[in-house]
């Protein structure tokens, strides 16, 4: 076996449902490359899983490329894993070592019911941004693009927040299970821009109490989400969606 | 089949206008009882989604991923083209539908392409009305810039997410006709038929893919906007989930496939670095403008590429083609790093990758500016291959990226099966032979904001606005067919898993599908893909649930996946031409580039399925050419 082959003790959440109990499954896995991914690694073992008839360990992803936000899991306690700025689907092998034990389990919520194994409904998100995450214009009518000049500054703060992918890992890393950081940041990003405006007030209102609603806990400033964002978006947006919501409920 | 392409009369530039004058119109008190299907929601499905609802009809919109957020149109890069001429450079409508049909090496319908052309600048207003960031000058306004080889700026960003960026608008136009109650959404829901009521699309079976059943939907039209079908090559820079199967089932209902062999290949591509390589991904080829393509000029030469002398190196991309050098295009680079390593002289551990060298300009310029220009593509680089690019050349190697064929469509985007609307990626209809970078986000959301929501009226304003039961002969027939199929997958108890044949489908489809073919290769491919097909229905392996089973949505897709690649090898032996990005290497100038045939060939090839295992008929659209002169590229 060369230098760059692992064996890996994984100890993986099996859960047929939302309502069935689950429990952590052991796993060993030989001869994993470190140029593997997170998720080839697994794929690799779900491979030998259909081979021995038995059932592979359901997980989400699709892009593979950390834009997608279908992808994530809880790695050793750790929302996404052990890299700043990364989903698991960019995590590699490589920052593991030959014998090492991996815990893997899926985002825990009482927002987010497992479907299945490391597979979780995040409809919840959707609901939040249906509550208001837009600018409610109808396509077709709208004025020339260059019509409202927006500064460099509020335009690239605007991006900053619109960057969030909804993967969902802060919920996941909030012991408080608040989903703040996902509806601060849409809220943030629209607020910055002349095209957010109109509805700014109704729009912080609606996603917020859309976000009690579906259960998230509130936000008590741990900041572990913003440690596990594989975006890397501030925290700075939940003080901003604080601050929203407060002229939303003063502001008429 | 008679393929009839509707396109208007008159001007081109007038074409449109007085086409839109001409389509039936529906009340606005009746557009309520029109049910809408719309399939899929990356770009063209979610535009097309929120506006077809913000017109008051009844839409239900189905996704493969758990939220239409996901599609994978959020992986898009670099940015979407638009005629603005906000830069005062030159840029005209018509300079873009002239790029746009010379960059698709003329096989593409010249009226659809001045359409995207005339439409594409209200693309940009809509998207900055819905509060899409894109980047901006410090005075306030847009801020455009030259991509892929054009020699005007008209490319409109949002940092190295635009495809996020527009995507994100489309759905949270969408989710907003969610809350309004117009449009209902079905996330983790799969279409795996079409059903077809007296010759017209009138509904779909999708399968739930949480509890495994199958559901059936009627509407009064169905508008699929799938995506593309480049996960046949198994790797690719594609989505897990981006699938062909739902072009696929309409194909074998009678919707009409053109160009299946379109395929494009992006050049600057992370190697593969194992088999149990999932997916490639992609960065972005302005890395070309300051990085040096290079070899080691002898055979088999493994020394770690800074102990390789200048002097034994092969520029040959400089050294073959000394105009454009580096930046010579897409399937141009693609191919010579192809020539490099089949010669035995490719890079890495496999041999399958050249060198992609900043050296020079680092010691030039400065390791700071190549950091300010491309430092995320070198820390994304790190984080793949563990390789500090700043010290040792990157590796790359060309990877399978966009299908520029799909289901054929006429002028008002409907396939030949009257109801069956497909947009986007899905269609066939303005990239021709190679799509220019930057005008797939184009595509897309011209196809779903302001085409879709006209043509789609006009035929609806033909039909009878009576329902369909889900109960109807036609769905419980379809629903019944489906269902066998699925428990034919799950009743096979082989040896082999889904992703073993999707591998094996992709390794024949590479190496004699993929960026060179010949005749014989093309031949070879189609046994190949027949043995394996025959072996895949005999030797399959799947979990044996019927419930959530990621496994078996994989291996239905592969079924399908070994019948398309037939397809698209006999298009690709039928087109003795080179053009775009289909290079047969029996046509090719002296100097070895890519060979048109016009008199031959100057057709949009459609194919008609004839049942199984029969060979399918080849329609052919003829393409007339009026406004942009047909031109031999050359880049030497």
Redesign the interface.
């Known amino acids: 076996m060369s230098s760059d082959r692992m064996t890996l003790r994984l100890k993986i959440w099996r859960q047929t449902d939302a309502n069935s109990p689950g429990k952590l499954v052991q796993y060993t896995l030989n001869d994993v490359?470190?140029?593997?991914?997170f998720?080839?690694?697994l794929?690799?073992l779900?491979?030998d899983l259909?081979?021995k008839g038995e059932?592979?360990v359901?997980f989400?992803?699709?892009?593979?490329?950390g834009?997608?936000?279908?992808c994530g899991m809880v790695i050793n306690g750790m929302a996404h894993g052990p890299?700043d700025g990364?989903t698991v689907c960019?995590l590699?092998m490589?920052h593991f070592q030959d014998g090492d034990t991996i815990t893997i389990e899926p985002w825990r919520s009482r927002a987010f019911p497992i479907?299945?194994d490391l597979?979780v409904?995040?409809?919840s998100?959707?609901r939040i941004?249906?509550?208001g995450?837009?600018?409610?214009?109808?396509?077709?009518g709208?004025?020339?693009?260059?019509s409202?000049?927006?500064?460099?500054i509020s335009?690239d703060s605007?991006?900053d927040a619109?960057?969030c992918?909804?993967c969902g890992a802060c919920v996941a890393a909030c012991p408080n299970g608040s989903a703040a950081l996902f509806t601060a940041a849409k809220i943030t990003?629209?607020s910055h821009?002349p095209?957010?405006q109109v509805e700014r007030r109704e729009r912080a209102l609606n996603m917020v109490a859309q976000m009690d609603a579906e259960g998230f806990g509130n936000c008590s400033n741990h900041g572990e989400c913003e440690a596990v964002c594989p975006k890397n978006i501030s925290i700075r947006v939940i003080a901003r969606m604080r601050r929203e919501y407060l002229r939303g409920l003063v502001v008429r | 089949m008679k393929l009839d392409a509707k396109i208007p009369t008159g001007p081109i530039q007038q074409k449109w206008d007085s086409h839109r004058f001409n389509l039936k119109l529906i009340s606005p008190a009746n557009k309520r009882k029109y049910h809408i299907i719309v399939v899929g929601t990356g770009l063209a499905g979610a535009s097309a989604a929120a506006s077809l609802g913000e017109l008051g009809y009844d839409v239900t919109v189905l996704c493969i991923q758990d939220s239409p957020r996901r599609a994978h149109s959020i992986a898009a890069q670099g940015g979407i083209n638009a005629a603005t001429n906000y830069a005062n450079d030159g840029d005209s409508v018509w300079r873009l539908f002239y790029d746009t049909v010379k960059g698709g090496d003329f096989r593409a319908r010249e009226a659809n392409v001045y359409r995207l052309a005339q439409v594409s600048a209200n693309i940009i207003d809509q998207c900055v009305a819905q509060g899409v960031p894109f980047a901006r000058e410090y005075g306030g306004l847009l801020e455009m810039r030259s991509f892929g080889g054009t020699q005007v700026s008209r490319t409109f960003y949002a940092r190295g997410q635009t495809g996020q960026q527009l995507l994100l608008g489309a759905y949270q136009a969408l989710m907003r006709q969610v809350e309004k109650g117009k449009v209902t959404v079905h996330p983790r829901r799969e279409m795996l038929d079409l059903v077809m009521v007296n010759g017209q699309a009138r509904g779909i079976i999708v399968r739930n893919l949480i509890t495994g059943e199958l559901e059936t939907y009627a509407g009064h039209a169905v508008v699929l906007a799938t995506g593309g079908y480049g996960n046949v090559y198994y790797l690719s820079t594609n989505a897990i989930n981006s699938n062909e199967t739902a072009i696929w089932r309409c194909y074998k209902k009678g919707a009409a496939f053109a160009n299946p062999c379109f395929t494009q290949i992006h050049p600057t591509c992370i190697p593969v670095s194992g088999a149990y390589q999932s997916k490639l991904t992609l960065m972005s080829e302005s890395l070309r403008n300051d990085g040096r393509v290079w070899v080691p000029k002898n055979k088999g030469d493994k020394r770690p590429p800074l102990e390789i002398p200048e002097a034994e190196r092969d520029y040959y991309l400089e050294r073959k083609y000394p105009s454009f050098g580096n930046l010579v295009p897409r399937d141009i680079a693609s191919r010579n790093a192809k020539d490099v390593c089949d010669a035995g002289r490719g890079v890495g551990e496999t041999g399958l990758a050249v060198y992609l060298d900043f050296a020079e300009t680092i010691e030039r310029e400065g390791v700071e500016y190549v950091k300010d220009k491309y430092g995320n593509l070198f820390d994304m680089y790190e984080r793949i291959t563990g390789e500090n690019g700043y010290v040792t050349p990157m590796r790359i190697y060309p990877a399978i990226h966009y299908t520029m064929g799909g289901l054929w469509v006429d002028y008002d985007l409907m396939s030949t099966i009257p109801g069956l609307f497909v947009l986007g990626e899905a269609n066939f209809s303005d990239h021709g032979a190679n799509r220019l970078g930057a005008s797939a986000l184009m595509q897309g959301l011209a196809d779903g904001y302001f085409i879709i929501p006209y043509t789609i009226g006009n035929y609806l304003a033909t039909t009878a606005a009576t329902a369909t039961a889900t109960d109807s002969a036609e769905f419980t027939q379809a629903l019944q067919e489906v269902k066998s199929r699925v428990g034919r997958l799950l009743s096979i108890r082989g040896k082999r898993t889904p992703r073993d044949f999707h591998r094996e489908i992709g390794r024949v489809m590479w190496d004699h599908v993929g960026m060179a073919r010949n005749e014989r290769s093309l031949k070879h491919a189609i046994e190949e893909l027949r043995r394996i097909r025959s072996e895949f229905w005999q030797d399959l392996l799947v979990p044996a649930d019927e419930d959530l089973n990621k496994n078996l949505e994989f291996a239905g897709r592969v079924a399908d996946y070994v019948e398309l690649g037939e397809l698209l090898a006999l298009d690709a032996l039928q087109r003795k031409e080179s053009c775009g990005g289909h290079f047969r290497e029996e046509s090719q100038t002296p100097e070895g580039e890519a060979l048109r045939d016009d008199e031959n060939f100057t057709y949009a090839a459609a194919w008609e399925f004839a049942g199984e295992n029969a060979m399918p008929t080849l329609h052919k659209e003829p393409l007339t050419f009026e406004h942009v002169p047909l031109t031999q590229r050359s880049y030497k």
């Open positions: 490359s470190k140029h593997m991914s998720l080839e690694m794929d690799v779900n491979e259909i081979r059932r592979p359901e989400d992803s699709d892009c593979r490329e834009i997608c936000g279908t890299l990364t960019q590699h490589r479907l299945r597979v409904d995040r409809g998100f959707d941004i249906a509550a995450g837009y600018v409610s214009v109808d396509t077709g709208a004025p020339d693009a260059n409202v000049p927006i500064s460099k335009v605007a991006m619109a960057a992918i909804a990003h629209l821009l095209q957010g």
